[in-house]
Every structure is written in structure tokens, then in C-alpha cells.
């Protein structure tokens, strides 16, 4: 049972900061011209990882089976993990003041978003590989989720 809980705690961290980086790319998208592509990849890739773990609690429930899932998403090396620290990673990418995103956009912010913006190509290659990375994990969640509800 601890080992449950201690798995549904790092899916909620991870759908947490999920939701940070989301609003960042949301608010990037929309804030700066020509935002780069990549945000929209990142975007896409942790809209999608959300979803599936926003999801693990009902699967694992209603089938019989949940241990075992739950120990191979589990553990030190485990598919939660890296996504944790691949998320992480990618929200690291951003600015540290701009984890409070606000509807209402000041022209200072706009500013700022727009200096990020020219700096993002120093930051593309890794934002690449991370969506590469979280696609593979988002892969391996999903089967292991999919294997065991079939």
C-alpha cells in the first residue's frame, strides 16, 4: 500500500508541473511572435503525458491486477522517475519568474517572453532531445498501462 501511495505522489508532482510547463508554453505561443515550433512539440508531448497519468489511478483500479503494474512503474529506474526528472528538466528550460503565468499580460512580460525567445535556440537542441525523451517514457507508460487493462 506505501508503495502505492508513494507512486500516486509522484504522478501528482509530475502532473503539477506538467501544468507549469503548459501555461509557459501556452503562454510563450501566445505572447511572442514566431514562437519557436519546439514550444508547440513541448506542448503537445506534456498535454499527452498529463493525460495518461491523469488516467493511471482509474486503469490501475479497475483492474485486478494493480501491483503489478504499479511495480513496473515503479522504483529507482522506473518510466515515473524519468518522466519526473525529464519534466523537471524541461521546465528548467524556462525562465524561474515565469512560473506564475497571468491572463493578464503586461507589456514587461511580453518583453522578457520576447528576450527568452531570442535565447531559445541556445535551448532547442536539449528542448528537442527532452521531447524525444518524454515521448519514449509517455510510450512505455502507456504500453505498460495498455498490456495490463487488455
Given at each position: ?8 505522489a509522484?504522478i ?7 501544468d507549469r510547463?503548459?501555461?509557459l508554453?501556452?503562454f510563450?505561443?501566445?505572447t511572442?511572435h ?11 508531448e506534456?498535454?499527452?503525458?498529463k493525460?495518461i497519468l491523469e488516467?493511471?489511478?482509474p486503469?490501475i483500479?479497475?483492474s485486478?491486477?494493480?501491483?503489478s ?8 529506474d ?6 519526473h526528472?525529464?519534466m ?6 524556462f525562465p524561474?519568474?515565469?512560473?506564475q503565468?497571468h491572463?493578464?499580460?503586461s ?8 528576450l527568452a525567445?531570442?535565447?531559445w535556440?541556445f535551448k ?5 532531445k527532452l521531447?524525444?525523451d ?11 498501462l495498455?498490456?495490463q487493462?487488455?
Amino acid at each position: 500500500m506505501a508503495e502505492a501511495f508513494g507512486v500516486f505522489a509522484s504522478i501528482v508532482s509530475i502532473i503539477q508541473i506538467a501544468d507549469r510547463v503548459i501555461g509557459l508554453c501556452k503562454f510563450y505561443i501566445e505572447t511572442v511572435h514566431d514562437a519557436p515550433s519546439d514550444l508547440r512539440s513541448i506542448l503537445l508531448e506534456t498535454s499527452m503525458m498529463k493525460a495518461i497519468l491523469e488516467n493511471v489511478d482509474p486503469l490501475i483500479s479497475s483492474s485486478g491486477e494493480g501491483t503489478s503494474i504499479l511495480k513496473r512503474l515503479s522504483g529507482p529506474d522506473s518510466p515515473i522517475q524519468a518522466c519526473h526528472t525529464i519534466m523537471t528538466k524541461m521546465e528548467a528550460l524556462f525562465p524561474s519568474n515565469y512560473h506564475q503565468v497571468h491572463d493578464n499580460t503586461s507589456k514587461r512580460q511580453k518583453v522578457k517572453a520576447s528576450l527568452a525567445n531570442l535565447a531559445w535556440p541556445f535551448k532547442a537542441d536539449r528542448a528537442k532531445k527532452l521531447v524525444g525523451d518524454l515521448s519514449n517514457v509517455k510510450a512505455t507508460i502507456n504500453l505498460a498501462l495498455t498490456v495490463q487493462t487488455t
